[in-house]
């Protein structure tokens, strides 16, 4: 995963107050950036005093590894974007960046800053602060749904490393062709808890577990009469792609395509052949 640097100004001087704590933050970036765990690990007081506000939790030193290992970005998806520029007065530095995650009716994000403190080359105080912001469509008020994803026991990063977890465990295992799957089975292969994927899905997607399966058996079904010059018949194609229940995959497929089954075969008939060079 590639992660931009961070956009500090051209023209950016650090005081002499403040070197020291360019140079720790550059480390820290860089270390985010390599996902490197020692190297982060190592820039850290012992003494640190960590404070997760939007889970409203106190991180101590013996308990950081792990924090850290469990927000450390996964797979090639971007997680994470820095919003402003580096900010540095004296002994303290606040970072800005965004979490993007797939909503249902489109992007969520999660809004964090960092606000951290140096002393003698090491960070010995973390404030870190999140938001959860929703796009024009979805009607919660941050506010609330910020207050439910602390709910999930995750930081604004791990809530984006399970939104990736997630879709990296459904590409690669495509467990949805399952027609008996349910969430106990893929907490147990994602390792998160069924209260987190349920709170994530209702309340980050807006989803319920099962309409966030059937639409990645339909993409399968549409994907497959794509792909397929002479494809099966639907109710065969419908099965396959993991739906137990046919009355449901005729009603998700006219709310996402606007049309039968039927019609929309003959449609695809109608433009393949027009398609091909």
């Not at 099966?232 to 497929?253: H, K, M, P, V, W």
Request: overall charge neutral; aromatic content about 8%; charged content about 20%.
């Amino acid at each position: 995963m590639k992660v931009p640097d961070l956009p500090t100004s051209p023209t950016f001087h650090a005081d002499p107050a403040g070197t020291t704590t360019h140079a720790v933050i550059l480390a820290y970036h860089q270390a985010w950036k390599q996902r490197d765990l020692d190297a982060l690990m190592a820039l850290y007081d012992p003494s640190i005093d960590y404070h997760d506000l939007l889970q409203n939790r106190r991180i101590s030193h013996a308990q950081l590894r792990d924090y850290l290992a469990a927000s450390m970005p996964v797979g090639a998806e971007e997680l994470q974007t820095y919003t402003e520029r580096l900010l540095i007065d004296g002994d303290t530095a606040v970072l800005q960046y965004q979490v993007t995650l797939k909503g249902s009716d489109g992007l969520v994000s999660l809004n964090a800053i960092e606000a951290l403190s140096v002393r003698n080359g090491l960070i010995f105080k973390v404030n870190e602060y999140a938001v959860l912001v929703s796009n024009a469509t979805q009607k919660p008020a941050a506010r609330e749904r910020a207050d439910t994803v602390s709910r999930l026991g995750l930081s604004a990063r791990q809530v984006g490393a399970l939104a990736n977890d997630l879709q990296q465990y459904f590409q690669q295992s495509k467990a949805y062709l399952n027609p008996a799957l349910d969430l106990p089975q893929v907490a147990a292969a994602t390792g998160y808890t069924r209260n987190q994927i349920s709170f994530f899905l209702n309340q980050v997607r807006g989803q319920s577990f099962y309409s966030f399966l059937n639409q990645l058996r339909l993409a399968e079904v549409l994907e497959r009469i794509q792909a397929d010059a002479a494809p099966a018949r639907i109710d065969e194609l419908a099965q396959a792609a993991g739906f137990n229940s046919l009355s449901t995959f005729y009603r998700c497929f006219k709310q996402h395509t606007g049309l039968s089954p039927k019609l929309y075969l003959q449609q695809a008939h109608r433009s393949g052949p027009a398609a091909t060079p």
